[in-house]
């Protein structure tokens, strides 16, 4: 595809994308076709026939192009600072251009080199466990401290907490949106502080749909499969036997990418999902080793905190032979540990500066290692 001015023709694939039964099919069909989406903008009905198009969204498209005013849009986007990919742009996401329906346009905020990283879905329930908790902060960490970006949903439970913990280990994320991403259409509406985190921590929030676009359970699994599609594999943690997370990982076997599925209690219903996966053939996933292992990413170091492999006094000793990744209270601690409660403390404290013990709340830790 030839283009023109490159800000007139952003003004015409601005346009059409407002266009909403144009889809990832129908668009490509467009860009084979035509010269430039300036071209397209002022086809007939006759050339968009030639071009593939169906009879109905040809009428639905002759009817709507009047009612836009392509420059508008563009000034739009530009008194939003919301940025604008196109599938034709040579830094479109690779791994995303490579699926069966790739979206024609991507809008963002935030910095694009996070996707050029090695890339992680992790999803999950909303309604989680603090079993699932402490795997999505344990397993997302370790993996955004081995150089990966982790990308989500920007949803509550799991997803916010994916993001959350690559921004506390000072690393980038990436939000998918099931809205446009002008601030009021952002979804859920108490994760907008956390879409800014992400954007300040040189992270991305981004979505194919256009601005004024509210969210609708239709939108949502529409999202889901750029979540996948971005990601070299989908890790699962607490899903429903009905969830979003589900269709995610559906979308990932669909592109050909791993799926990941961490263990859950045979008694918890936000277990089913994951035990489900794993059944179907799903990774089986206990530790962050066993996705580097698998998508054979052996070359990026973890960096891990320099305290970490400072020597151990014996207190610190006999407190991490008591701990596991079983939460343990701090009173039975000090039963098993048999330390004056001053000294227990003082170790705490400092084997969690090191990074290698972690409290849960209320004082019930767990060890890292």
Known sequence: MTTSDPQLEDQYWLALSQIKKIGPISWQKIINYFPSIEAAWQASAEDFKR????????????????????????????EEKINLIKITDPNY?????????????LYYRGSLDSLTKP????????????????????????????????????????????????????????AVLGSGLDWQNIYPATNRQLAQKIIDGQGIVLSELPLGTMPTKFTFPLRNRIIS?????????????????????????????????????IYSRLSVGANNLIKAGAKLVNCHQDILEELNIKSIDEKISPLADQPHDSTELIILNLLSK????????????????????????????????????????????
């Open 51 to 78: 071009a593939g198009l169906e009879e109905k969204l040809i009428s639905y498209l002759i009817s709507q192009r009047p009612t836009l005013n392509p420059e508008a849009e563009l000034s739009k986007l530009l």
């Open 93 to 105: 996401p690779r791994l995303l251009k490579e699926i069966y329906n790739p979206p024609a346009i």
């Open 119 to 174: 890339t992680i879905a992790i999803v999950g329930t909303r309604k989680n466990s603090s079993y699932g908790r402490q795997v999505a902060k344990e397993i997302g960490g370790q993996l955004a401290r081995a150089g990966l970006t982790i990308v989500s949903g920007l949803a509550l439970g799991i997803d916010a907490l994916a993001h959350l913990t690559a921004i506390n280990h000072q690393e980038p994320t990436a």
């Open 229 to 265: 599609g971005l990601s070299l594999g989908t890790i699962v943690i607490e899903a429903p036997e009905s969830s979003g997370a589900l269709i995610t990982a559906k979308y990932a076997l669909e592109q050909n990418r791993e799926v990941f599925a961490i263990p859950g209690s």
């Open 326 to 369: 079983e939460p343990l209270h701090i009173d039975k601690i000090a039963i098993f540990s048999k330390l004056k409660i001053n000294s227990l403390m003082s170790a705490l404290t400092l084997l969690e500066m090191k990074g290698l013990i972690k409290d849960l709340g209320g004082k019930n830790y767990i060890k890292l290692i």
